[in-house]
């Protein structure tokens, strides 16, 4: 009987967990990515959007604690991620072979860099709480990458010149 109790409660937290998961979908990231553009066009300052769409999905948690906390920054980071491979895709278009191939080096670089800073965090903590250290951590890395990729494609651009 006791065993049948402790089923029946394991499924019940699993549910809600489950129902407080606010994970994205991939067009739900693609329309985050654009609400982040906007904001960029609207504050000019690309900084002051980091955390627009995670800010709301804190908001919205009613459980799931910093797992589920842990996923509004993972859900930002991927539209941060949208918005870096565009910034990466006009940069790409028009590669002048020298200083194209020093920047895939330096993307190669950064990609290592931010995956072992917060892997860092995850492994120094395996609670929830490092989980969600380690999300916030690679939401950071990617919006700060991402601004940099758009201020090179910019600063690359016939208009800028």
């Known amino acids: 009987m006791s065993a049948r109790i402790l089923t029946v409660i394991a499924a019940l937290t699993l549910c809600a967990t489950a129902s407080a ?13 654009r609400e982040i553009e906007a904001c960029i066009a609207k504050q000019g300052d690309p900084a002051k959007c980091v955390g627009i769409i ?3 999905c804190h908001d919205a948690i009613t459980a799931g604690g910093e797992a589920a906390h842990a996923t509004c920054a993972d859900n930002e980071t991927a ?3 949208v918005l870096l491979n565009k910034a990466w895709a006009t940069l790409s278009a028009n590669p002048d072979s020298t200083s194209f191939a ?10 290592a860099y931010r995956d072992a800073k917060c892997g860092y965090y995850k492994t120094t903590d395996t609670s929830a709480w490092g ?5 916030q951590c690679s939401l950071d890395e990617t919006a700060r990458r991402a601004r940099e990729l758009r201020d090179i494609a910019h600063d690359l651009s016939p208009a800028a010149r």
């Open 21 to 33: 998961d606010p994970l994205l979908t991939k067009s739900q990231i693609t329309k985050a990515a």
């Open 54 to 56: 995670q800010g709301p």
């Open 79 to 81: 539209a941060w991620d």
């Open 102 to 111: 020093l920047l895939k080096d330096v993307q190669r670089h950064w990609l």
């Open 131 to 135: 989980l969600m250290i380690a999300a």
